[in-house]
């Protein structure tokens, strides 16, 4: 069983930047892939980044350039980095981690509040 700890968000403004942590409860470094998932109300979660056990990072449209996903195996933290951000960027934030058994972990989740 893991344990996912998300952490950073908060309300910014328009433009501004926020960076989310994501700690787990035991050691990622055998994991098939992490990823950030976000869900607004009445949406479905949807991803937004993933990291694979290899480092391949994948963004998805609307966030690249802008969103920069990382990987602490030594602290087994996953970052969210995020830029120039915008009032659609308003949702939870949730980290996820695929474990080698394809078994899928969630977070509690973090609101991103963006709005001036």
């Known amino acids: 069983q893991v344990q996912l700890v998300e952490s950073g968000g908060g309300l910014v403004q328009p433009g501004g930047s926020l960076r989310l942590s994501c700690a787990a409860s035991g050691s990622i470094r055998n994991a098939n892939a992490m990823g950030w998932y976000r869900q607004a109300p009445g949406a479905q979660r949807v991803i937004v980044a993933r990291i694979s056990r290899t480092g391949t990072t994948n963004y998805e449209d609307s966030v690249k350039g802008r969103f920069t996903i990382t990987r602490d195996d030594g602290k087994n933290t996953v970052y969210l980095h995020m830029d120039n951000l915008q009032a659609v960027d308003t949702s939870v934030y949730y980290c996820?981690?695929?474990?080698?058994?394809?078994?899928?972990?969630w977070g509690q989740g973090t609101q991103v509040t963006v709005s001036s």
């Open positions: 996820n981690l695929v474990a080698r058994d394809w078994i899928n972990y």
